[in-house]
């Protein structure tokens, strides 16, 4: 039986062969193999795609050419051949990418108009700027030392767009002749202003509450607002009280003077003559108490009999219990603050016009070579609106910029 199954089985494979190479011959074509792309590009991934879509979908919200795409987009069905213009060399975000692996400048070597590429806060991808001018850093401690005024100092300015707002001020730039510029803390530079030292919008700390005034509180800070303690959470200190000669600081200077070489007086701000810590704690009341905006002890007469008294020199019977002295910056030494020293700064213009005050880490030198390439160069765009194609490309290279950094 096995004999007789081998020449079948034989027989069968030769049968299965014939038909084989029958079927062969009876193709009459050879499918090519799928030749590789000239210029291959990385896919991308779902997420991305999607962002790039929605970034792009806002270009066009804001641009008001919403109406403008649809027809684009219906023309475009149905003439698919239409060229598409190209970017020539790397894109914004490649230059930015490669010029930020090199490190930060040095300050010397930033001359007025130097080309750089500066990251800005909340920006989400390098933008071209020029150098307008640098401040070399500058240490409070050593200013305060000498009587002078540094970048970082605080002081209290009124908002010229509000004037009837007072608020917690930074000095961001010394300038010549006696002049500096204030930023409001917690809020944006559109509100910064220049004046001199002798304005008098500008103002010591604790000068709105000497004349009962409300102090703005900086944007975001949640806590009760106390000089002392928002200077040395900050780590700063105030502009000295000397410098600020406008004519609505004289009595706070005056009773600063009186009490500067005698360091058992304080001048405080509430009021115009020093104070001193005396021995007799019965029988008396603190006059600090029912300050408005919430400054004032709640203390009355006979409450203060256990605590601190501190009394004017000038026998105005004047007494502020330690709650209220609190208020004056130096009063208690668990609040003083060793004061930072402010880093180098460089002002730099953008393309729109606007100037920004930043730090040399997010500066890098612009080549010239990458400014070359910063325009579309092919002509060939026949009847798609170039300003897409720009859309388009700067929606992918800020992605690509983020997710990179990222």
């Known amino acids: 039986a096995a004999a007789a199954a081998a020449p079948s089985a034989a027989a069968a494979a030769s049968s299965d062969a014939d038909a084989t190479a029958k079927a062969a011959r009876r193709v009459s074509f050879v499918l090519p193999e799928p030749e590789a792309p000239k210029h291959a590009k990385a896919q991308l991934s779902p997420s991305l795609a999607l ?7 806002a270009h066009l919200w804001h641009c008001s050419i919403v109406q403008d795409a649809i027809a684009l987009s219906t023309h475009l069905k149905f003439h698919p051949s239409l060229p598409r213009p190209q970017v020539s060399g790397d894109s914004d975000a490649v230059r930015a990418l490669k010029a930020f692996e090199n490190p930060p400048p040095a300050l010397e070597g930033l001359a007025e108009g130097t080309a750089v590429l500066v990251t800005l806060p909340h920006a989400s991808m390098a933008s071209k700027a020029k150098v307008v001018r640098v401040r070399a850093g500058t240490s409070m401690a050593a200013a305060k030392e000498e009587g002078a005024v540094a970048v970082g100092m605080r002081l209290e300015a009124k908002d010229r767009k509000n004037p009837h707002m007072i608020c917690p001020a930074t000095v961001s730039e010394v300038l010549p002749e006696g002049r500096v510029k204030v930023h409001f803390d917690g809020w944006s530079e559109s509100f910064d202003y220049v004046a001199s030292l002798d304005d008098d919008d500008l103002h010591p700390v604790g000068y709105a509450q000497s004349v009962g005034h409300k102090l703005e509180v900086p944007r975001g800070y949640g806590d009760a607002f106390k000089w002392p303690k928002y200077l040395k959470e900050i780590g700063a200190v105030p502009v000295p009280i000397e410098l600020l000669q406008g004519p609505s600081n004289q009595e706070m200077i005056e009773c600063h003077a009186a009490a500067a070489d005698n360091p058992e007086l304080y001048a405080h701000p509430l009021h115009p003559h020093p104070l001193k810590l005396v021995h007799r704690a019965s029988g008396w009341g603190c006059d600090g108490r029912r300050q408005e905006h919430g400054l004032g002890c709640n203390r009355g007469f006979g409450d203060c009999d256990e605590l601190q008294r501190y009394r004017c020199t000038e026998h105005c019977d004047y007494d502020l219990c330690p709650d ?8 208690d030494e668990d609040l003083a603050a060793a004061p930072l020293s402010q880093e180098d700064r460089v002002i730099v213009v953008t393309a729109d016009g606007k100037e920004h005050d930043v730090t040399l880490p997010s500066l890098r030198l612009s080549s010239d070579d990458a400014d070359a390439g910063d325009e579309m160069v092919d002509d060939s765009a026949g009847l798609v609106p170039r300003l897409m194609v720009e859309l388009w490309e700067k929606g992918v ?7 990179a950094q990222g």
């Open 51 to 57: 962002c790039i879509r929605s970034v792009f979908a």
């Open 324 to 331: 209220c002295m609190s208020t004056l910056v130096g009063f």
């Open 397 to 403: 290279q800020r992605l690509q910029f983020v997710f």
